[in-house]
């Protein structure tokens, strides 16, 4: 699945829900689940890890829709050449 249909995917399950919430009242559920991400990396579950880091894909994809950013295009402009400051892959800066 591509970024942009995932993004699309997350808009059809939650964007009604999180939209109603707001940009700042979902972005503290966004933190919320990096935190959650944060506890989970320092336990080094492998399964429990995976659905964090998923949960927190979600959480930035309602985010950027919510935005109005298309989490793919942006993604794409600013790394698509390597790193956005030297340019390098992988990066070369100090």
Known sequence: MKIAEFQQLIEKIY???DSARGLAGTHMWFCEEV???TRALRRGNSEELEGEFADVLAWLSTLAS?????LQAAAH???AQGC???AGTPCACG
């Open 15 to 17: 964007f009604e829900k």
């Open 35 to 37: 935190g959650e991400l």
């Open 66 to 70: 919510i935005a109005g950013i298309d």
């Open 77 to 79: 402009k600013k790394y």
């Open 84 to 86: 956005p400051r030297c």
